[in-house]
């Protein structure tokens, strides 16, 4: 299982806001930035945002992120069909010394 | 523009090795690191390793550590992923993907290389 933990699904409906989670602990995403790459079906993944709420050129601001303590948050406002994919949160871990992927999360926009 | 260009899908036995390829182009080559990702049908992203074009060291995850060589050719631009004893929990797609630094953001990342580990 993944050190990151996420859930599995999320869900909403068109123009909603959503936030997906994701825990951690002191030795990732409490002493490091987090990134946030979204893989809709049959894709690569795409970074979505890094070093914890930075936007990628082209990235709408429908989408933030945050970070408080071990855990970090993606949000993702005025919800579309088109945002219906899989996202995961990733950190380094410095005891570790490796990147670490959260479990994942799809999202589901009813 | 930058890009990263991986080497076709594989089939292989039981046992056998396989070797991807990851060629860079678009950007300054030992500059930025490649990290190889993995991903097994229907499930998430497993990082496996990290490696460092400029000084050609590469960072493994411990699951890894035994069976994954990592290598980089400079003036090809290129970088390649070698995985000994495979078995079938090995089929995934096999994605590199490159960062300013190893704690860095991926933003540039191959197409993927299907591996297929079959009897």
């Known amino acids: 299982q993944s050190v990151l933990t996420q859930p599995p699904s999320v869900s909403g409906t068109p123009g909603q806001r959503v936030t997906i989670s994701c825990s951690g602990s002191?030795?990732?995403?409490?002493?490091?930035?987090v990134n946030w790459y979204q893989q809709l079906p049959g894709a690569a993944p795409k970074l979505l945002i890094s070093?914890?709420?930075q936007r990628p050129s082209g990235v709408p601001d429908r989408f933030s992120g945050s970070k408080s303590g071990t855990s970090a948050s993606l949000a993702i406002r005025g919800l579309q069909s088109g945002d219906e994919a899989d996202y995961y949160c990733?950190?380094?871990?410095?005891?570790?010394?490796?990147?670490?992927f959260g479990g994942g999360t799809k999202l589901t926009v009813l | 523009q930058v890009q990263l260009v991986q080497s076709g899908a594989e089939e292989k036995k039981p046992g056998a090795s396989v070797n991807i390829s990851c060629k860079a182009s678009?950007?300054?080559?030992?500059?930025?690191?490649i990290h190889w990702v993995r991903q097994a049908p229907g499930q998430g992203l497993e990082w496996m390793g990290i490696?460092?074009?400029?000084?050609?060291?590469?960072i493994f995850s411990q699951k890894f550590q035994a069976r994954l060589t990592m290598t980089r050719d400079t003036p090809t631009t290129t970088v390649y992923l070698g995985l000994t004893t495979l078995t079938s929990e090995d089929t995934a797609i096999y994605y590199c993907?490159?960062?300013?630094?190893?704690?860095?953001?991926?933003?540039?990342w191959g197409q993927g290389t299907l591996v297929t580990v079959s009897s």
């Open positions: 002191s030795s990732n995403i409490g002493s490091e930035t």
């Open positions: 070093a914890t709420n």
């Open positions: 990733a950190a380094w871990d410095e005891t570790l010394n490796a990147l670490l």
């Open positions: 490696m460092n074009p400029s000084s050609g060291r590469p």
């Open positions: 993907a490159r960062s300013r630094a190893k704690y860095s953001a991926s933003d540039y």
């Open positions: 678009g950007y300054s080559f030992t500059s930025f690191y």
